[in-house]
T-cell receptor, first 116, second 111 residues
Framework: DTEVTQTPKHLVMGMTNKKSLKCEQH?????MYWYKQKAKKPPELMFV???????INESVPSRFSPECPNSSLLNLHLHALQPEDSALYLC???????????????FGPGTRLTVL | DAKTTQPTSMDCAEGRAANLPCNHS???????VYWYRQIHSQGPQYIIH???NNETNEMASLIITEDRKSSTLILPHATLRDTAVYYC????????????FGDGTTLTVKP
């Protein structure tokens, strides 16, 4: 099983709402990632969790709050978002973030987020 | 991580080989070349990666020049389903996976 799943597929929320994106993998991978992708642009790294600990935060605003409850699950909690935060949010995982051949990332299908 | 330069777009006839170039003239000795592709509205898909030797798998071949300043991804027999944005990424492997995507090449395979 080489699948990364993300739920929901689509999400529409108002600027005062609180919502969460969920990502799951059952490949035994020990690194998980959140990326943001605007239309016709490449993915931009937001966060990296390595062995369930936050290792990289690319200066993401605090209205985005990641959480890694266990090695298979990654959440992204959203609060007080702005319309410009509308984007495709991608989750990825890799086997061993510190290995030279085992840190290839596998991506989920993404959550299409619209902030009204 | 070193920067990469790719053509914005390319066309390829179905059944022909698609050769996608990538320049990475500032690559360091410990940086790998990775290729991903993204079919419309889907997550990026890993294709192949290499350090200095040419690599081949069931999807594609990766040719890296001897000076490692450029590489070419080869899809040997392109199909319509290979139409996608192809990203070339250069980075140090094993640094907790930090990847910076460039703008990529939009490959359109035509019948």
């Amino acid at each position: 099983d080489t699948e990364v799943t993300q739920t929901p597929k689509h999400l529409v929320m108002g600027m005062t709402n609180k919502k969460s994106l969920k990502c799951e993998q059952h490949m035994g991978h020990r690194a998980m990632y959140w990326y943001k992708q605007k239309a016709k642009k490449p993915p931009e790294l937001m966060f990296v969790y390595s062995y369930e600990k936050l290792s990289i935060n690319e200066s993401v605003p605090s209205r985005f709050s990641p959480e890694c409850p266990n090695s298979s699950l990654l959440n992204l909690h959203l609060h007080a978002l702005q319309p410009e935060d509308s984007a495709l949010y991608l989750c990825a995982s890799s086997q061993d973030p510190l290995g030279t051949v085992t840190d290839t990332q596998y991506f989920g299908p993404g959550t299409r987020l619209t902030v009204l | 991580d070193a920067k990469t330069t790719q053509p914005t777009s390319m066309d390829c006839a179905e059944g022909r080989a698609a050769n996608l170039p990538c320049n990475h003239s500032t690559i360091s000795g410990n940086e790998y070349v990775y290729w991903y592709r993204q079919i419309h509205s889907q997550g990026p898909q890993y294709i192949i990666h290499g350090l200095k030797n040419n690599e081949t798998n069931e999807m594609a071949s990766l040719i890296i020049t001897e000076d490692r300043k450029s590489s070419t991804l080869i899809l040997p027999h392109a199909t319509l389903r290979d139409t996608a944005v192809y990203y070339c990424i250069v980075r140090v492997a094993g640094n907790a996976g930090k990847s910076t995507f460039g703008d990529g090449t939009t490959l359109t395979v035509k019948p």
